[in-house]
């Protein structure tokens, strides 16, 4: 029996923990507490690629086997965490108020404790 690229994405994502969801029309696989999702499908010409989404958003998309493992395995980390906004001055305030520093610069600025004494 021929393997086709497509099942050997499979087996990668399986491999790691994903399985397939029910979707309309489309094969996407997910991971419960990964925000990852990957979809098997074809290009206009019917080559199989995959698609690979961060918070629903398409990050990537190919038909390279060894980076959709990288990216799978890499799923995992905080290089994937998406922040849609920085923190505005209401969200600044209540992070002070439950005892939170923010934009407080606390690099040591040269020196040391004994040199800097009188």
Do not use: C
């Not at 493992?69 to 920085?86: I, M, N, P, Q, T």
């Not at 923190?87 to 209540?94: H, I, K, L, M, R």
């Amino acid at each position: 029996m021929k393997r086709y690229i497509d099942d050997r994405w499979r087996d990668i994502l399986a491999g790691q923990g994903f399985s397939p969801r029910t979707e309309e029309q489309a094969e996407v696989w997910g991971r419960p507490g990964v925000d990852a999702l990957i979809e098997i499908a074809h290009s206009d010409e019917g080559d199989p690629l995959w698609l690979f989404y961060i918070n629903r958003k398409l990050v990537e998309k190919g038909d390279d086997s060894d980076r959709l493992l990288y990216l799978v395995e890499g799923a995992y980390s905080d290089e994937f965490v998406k922040h849609e906004k920085e923190p505005n001055v209401g969200d600044s305030q209540w992070l002070r108020s439950i005892g939170i520093s923010v934009g407080v610069e606390t690099a040591f600025q040269g020196g040391t404790e004994m040199s800097d004494r009188p």
